[in-house]
């Protein structure tokens, strides 16, 4: 049952500087239904008032760092119960659109903008940041501005930044020197003089990945899966897709040594149907069967990596975290925007068979993602809906998971029988 309890918290905006606190507003009123949860889990609120609140992160202290999209990233504390205080982030603040990471030793923070990825040192006890550097530039676009950072935990030096397409369907992303629609990864120890160039620099992971927004490593495996947002308004043998189908993957992909040249992933932003509607006289594929669009054809998908598994399409996926384990990846989906029927809106778990890091479900399954928190009536969405965005599964014998709402500005928490917590 979803409860709403009271839970008085402290949250700190990072610090760059000296800055003076200030009291900051704590709202634990819903403005949507209660949503539908799981018989195997219970939920709560914990945060709300919050202004966008996209990445999500853990600090060593076990602090939440939020990200609030061109605000700032707030810092939330469970030690204290004197309420929200804020504190500046600096001059990035109202650049920040999304992500945020932290090292492994917890005193490196990082976090990106349309176009830069900047780092700090941190002080988890303290809550305050200093030695702002930029690491990375040259990443801006038409759209599409979020810049998804992964720190590999087998790899502590590599840092992984995923950025999409500037439009529905970018024809550079056929440009390999233009950086669209990649996912790279970059070391950090071989930045020591400025910021490097995106596009140039680094080593490409993953390509033709139109909106690749989460990304998470396996804890075993080591592999790379991204949950990708493919492109609207598909046509198939000149029939457009009724609904118009984007679809969305997680192809996997190995960091730790030996290092492949790059996974190489279709070099258009090629969509990937899982349902598309045809002409009688054709069968449709099953789901997860790649097709291109003109001047490319079937052929070339043949040379590209299908995805590992495909959800529903506008489902909208911004964020996969797996757990300690390995066992299973919560997918936030965020929830479609062009629909008429509206899909997504809900926190999933994706099983994993643990030793060979790879989903139990096979790509044509239709059945891989089980809905653990949801909307009960999406019918309303996206107005009177919780959305979320991103997710960080806490490492130790608790195993929370917490979950960001932008739309509603919320933080929360579910509970699976001491196995799992989850926050939304």
């Given at each position: 049952?979803?409860?709403?309890?009271?839970?008085?918290?402290?949250?700190?905006?990072?610090?760059?500087?000296?800055?003076?606190?200030?009291?900051?507003?704590?709202?634990?009123?819903?403005?949507?239904?209660?949503?539908?949860?799981?018989?195997?889990?219970?939920?709560?609120?914990?945060?709300?008032?919050?202004?966008?609140?996209?990445?999500?992160?853990?600090?060593?202290?076990?602090?939440?760092?939020?990200?609030?999209?061109?605000?700032?990233?707030?810092?939330?504390?469970?030690?204290?119960?004197?309420?929200?205080?804020?504190?500046?982030?600096?001059?990035?603040?109202?650049?920040?659109?999304?992500?945020?990471?932290?090292?492994?030793?917890?005193?490196?923070?990082?976090?990106?903008?349309?176009?830069?990825?900047?780092?700090?040192?941190?002080?988890?006890?303290?809550?305050?940041?200093?030695?702002?550097?930029?690491?990375?530039?040259?990443?801006?676009?038409?759209?599409?501005?979020?810049?998804?950072?992964?720190?590999?935990?087998?790899?502590?030096?590599?840092?992984?930044?995923?950025?999409?397409?500037?439009?529905?369907?970018?024809?550079?992303?056929?440009?390999?020197?233009?950086?669209?629609?990649?996912?790279?990864?970059?070391?950090?120890?071989?930045?020591?003089?400025?910021?490097?160039?995106?596009?140039?620099?680094?080593?490409?992971?993953?390509?033709?990945?139109?909106?690749?927004?989460?990304?998470?490593?396996?804890?075993?495996?080591?592999?790379?899966?991204?949950?990708?947002?493919?492109?609207?308004?598909?046509?198939?043998?000149?029939t457009k897709t009724t609904p118009p189908r984007n679809s969305t993957s997680i192809p996997p992909c190995p960091l730790h040594p030996p290092y492949p040249p790059k996974l190489r992933l279709p070099n258009l932003p090629l969509p990937l149907v899982?349902?598309?509607?045809?002409?009688?006289?054709?069968?449709?594929?099953?789901?997860?069967?790649?097709?291109?669009?003109?001047?490319?054809?079937?052929?070339?998908?043949?040379?590209?990596?299908?995805?590992?598994?495909?959800?529903?399409?506008?489902?909208?996926?911004?964020?996969?975290?797996?757990?300690?384990?390995?066992?299973?990846?919560?997918?936030?989906?965020?929830?479609?925007?062009?629909?008429?029927?509206?899909?997504?809106?809900?926190?999933?778990?994706?099983?994993?068979?643990?030793?060979?890091?790879?989903?139990?479900?096979?790509?044509?399954?239709?059945?891989?993602?089980?809905?653990?928190?949801?909307?009960?009536?999406?019918?309303?969405?996206?107005?009177?809906?919780?959305?979320?965005?991103?997710v960080v599964v806490e490492e130790g014998d608790g195993g929370r998971v917490f979950m960001t709402s932008d739309a509603t500005g919320e933080v929360g928490q579910q509970m699976q029988d001491k196995v799992i917590i989850l926050y939304s």
């Amino acid at each position: 049952m979803y409860r709403f309890l009271p839970h008085a918290l402290a949250a700190l905006l990072l610090s760059a500087g000296g800055a003076t606190a200030q009291a900051c507003s704590v709202n634990l009123q819903s403005s949507y239904p209660a949503p539908a949860v799981h018989p195997d889990f219970s939920a709560r609120l914990v945060v709300g008032g919050l202004t966008k609140p996209r990445g999500i992160i853990l600090d060593k202290a076990k602090n939440l760092l939020v990200v609030e999209a061109k605000i700032g990233i707030k810092r939330i504390s469970f030690a204290s119960d004197n309420g929200l205080t804020c504190l500046a982030v600096g001059d990035v603040k109202t650049l920040l659109t999304h992500s945020i990471e932290i090292s492994s030793d917890g005193k490196t923070l990082y976090a990106s903008s349309a176009d830069k990825v900047f780092s700090w040192s941190y002080d988890a006890a303290a809550g305050t940041l200093t030695n702002q550097r930029t690491l990375i530039v040259n990443m801006n676009s038409f759209d599409h501005v979020t810049r998804t950072l992964l720190l590999s935990r087998k790899q502590p030096e590599m840092l992984l930044i995923s950025r999409g397409s500037g439009e529905n369907l970018d024809r550079r992303a056929a440009d390999e020197t233009t950086g669209i629609s990649q996912l790279r990864a970059f070391n950090l120890t071989e930045i020591t003089d400025g910021p490097i160039n995106f596009n140039t620099a680094g080593r490409l992971v993953g390509w033709g990945l139109r909106n690749s927004v989460g990304i998470a490593e396996h804890p075993v495996t080591g592999a790379i899966y991204t949950v990708e947002n493919s492109a609207d308004n598909i046509q198939r043998l000149g029939t457009k897709t009724t609904p118009p189908r984007n679809s969305t993957s997680i192809p996997p992909c190995p960091l730790h040594p030996p290092y492949p040249p790059k996974l190489r992933l279709p070099n258009l932003p090629l969509p990937l149907v899982p349902r598309p509607r045809l002409p009688q006289q054709h069968h449709p594929p099953p789901p997860g069967t790649p097709f291109a669009l003109s001047p490319a054809d079937d052929a070339l998908c043949a040379t590209t990596t299908p995805p590992r598994l495909v959800f529903h399409a506008h489902t909208a996926p911004l964020d996969i975290k797996f757990d300690a384990a390995g066992a299973a990846a919560y997918v936030a989906f965020h929830g479609s925007w062009n629909r008429d029927a509206p899909v997504g809106y809900s926190l999933g778990v994706v099983r994993f068979d643990v030793g060979r890091g790879e989903p139990t479900e096979g790509r044509e399954s239709r059945e891989a993602v089980v809905e653990v928190l949801g909307n009960g009536d999406v019918g309303g969405c996206p107005d009177r809906c919780f959305r979320p965005v991103g997710v960080v599964v806490e490492e130790g014998d608790g195993g929370r998971v917490f979950m960001t709402s932008d739309a509603t500005g919320e933080v929360g928490q579910q509970m699976q029988d001491k196995v799992i917590i989850l926050y939304s």
